[in-house]
């Protein structure tokens, strides 16, 4: 059989949750058979477990779990004292929840741009947008990747700006012996199904090494109380689920193996993908990525994504439009043409399949239909 044959038998989806369950479903059944046996399902035992246990795979001494990764932006935004006239600066190529988080906050966003080889914000991205209201900076480590974790600190150090990252996508990413999340004064996770470590439903949490932070997110979290039915400040339900905590907790501990699969899935598309007409993403310098998303971009992304349809594989566009292009951020006032590198990867991004249960032979199908269809035989 040819390897284009081979491409064309293969079924390769863009995610498969299900075969993620079926790896490790003894783990997952014990633990929600533990749950329910145990008849207590919000915010109990297996969320405060989780929390240290997070805790201590990010090094930092206080993780809240919430609800949800927008939920994770807004807390750790408001715990970290965001108010209704500061201006939150984030990258204009992001998905929308990350400008849901900041509006819910109570904080007005401000957009820029991001570097073209990472497509993450960069310091330099930062310092061209900045306005005399920035009082935060929300840097969106996208893809897995990092991004600007040397410049953007030492900007708010310098500017006396609160950094507040968003860590939806590079659970498990690190430079040097920091890990993603430890490098401002509060960061937002999400566990939505499909991330690097995903619950089996919605999931969020904030870590920080401010103990001033954690206790206001733990207030903020649940309706404001310093105790039970005593609302010292004004919050919100966000509360996760002792079932989804402990479907985490099962999960967990694989988190380094399951983005080490990532990795080699990832080098195996850079490898095979270098000489051909695609942009490849590039790693900051100094940093190691837990690859969320694999993304090539290429003018003819429609064409390639038709192409790889036709054979079976799935893909996905992450994003099909920049945050200032959205209709419900019009009133940010930015027009097109305003933030030219995040208009260019909405035209131009194409994430492939990338996930630990992808066989070889699905890999070896991407890899020979993407080669096809740029005329080479993979």
């Known amino acids: 059989m040819t390897d284009t044959a081979a491409a064309a038998t293969v079924r390769v989806p863009f995610g498969s949750l299900d075969a993620d369950y079926r790896a490790r479903r003894r783990e997952i059944d014990a633990a929600i058979d533990r749950v329910l046996s145990r008849g207590r399902f919000i915010a109990d035992i297996e969320v405060e477990s989780f929390e240290r246990e997070l805790a201590a795979y990010l090094g930092l001494p206080h993780v809240v779990a919430c609800a949800s990764g927008t939920d994770a932006i807004a807390i750790a ?24 988080g900041v509006r819910l906050a109570g904080a007005r966003p401000r957009l820029a741009d991001v570097d073209r080889a990472t497509l993450t914000m960069s310091r330099a991205d930062a310092e061209r947008a900045r306005g005399s209201r920035v009082r935060f900076l929300l840097p969106v480590h996208l893809y897995g990747g990092l991004a600007d974790v040397e410049g953007l600190p030492a900007l708010a150090r310098e500017r006396g700006l609160v950094l507040v990252e968003d860590c939806a996508q590079s659970l498990g990413a690190s430079a040097g012996r920091s890990r993603a999340g430890s490098f401002g004064r509060a960061a937002a996770f999400s566990f939505y199904p499909t991330k690097n470590l995903g619950a089996y439903g919605d999931a969020g949490a904030i870590a920080t090494a401010d103990e001033g932070v954690a206790a206001r997110a733990r207030r903020l979290r649940q309706y404001g109380w310093s105790r039970r039915d005593y609302s010292e400040i004004e919050g919100r339900n966000s509360r996760m689920d002792e079932l989804q905590a402990a479907i985490l907790r099962a999960k967990l501990p694989s988190l380094e193996s399951d983005n080490d699969r990532r990795r080699d899935i990832a080098r195996r598309y850079d490898e095979a993908f270098r000489d051909l007409p695609v942009t490849l993403l590039a790693a900051r310098p100094g940093t190691n990525h837990a690859p969320h998303l694999y993304a090539v971009r290429t003018r003819r992304r429609d064409q390639l994504r038709g192409h790889l349809t036709a054979r079976g594989i799935e893909t996905a566009i992450h994003y099909p439009l920049p945050l200032h292009l959205q209709p419900a951020y019009a009133f940010l006032g930015a027009r097109r043409g305003d933030f030219p590198v995040s208009e260019e990867a909405s035209e131009t991004v194409l994430s492939l399949p990338l996930y630990p249960t992808l066989s070889d032979d699905q890999i ?3 890899v020979s239909a993407v080669g096809e269809f740029f005329g080479e035989r993979r």
């Open 77 to 100: 935004l408001a715990a970290a004292g965001a108010e209704p006239d500061d201006e939150v600066l984030l990258p204009a190529n992001a998905c929308v929840p990350v400008i849901a």
């Open 364 to 366: 070896g199908a991407v």
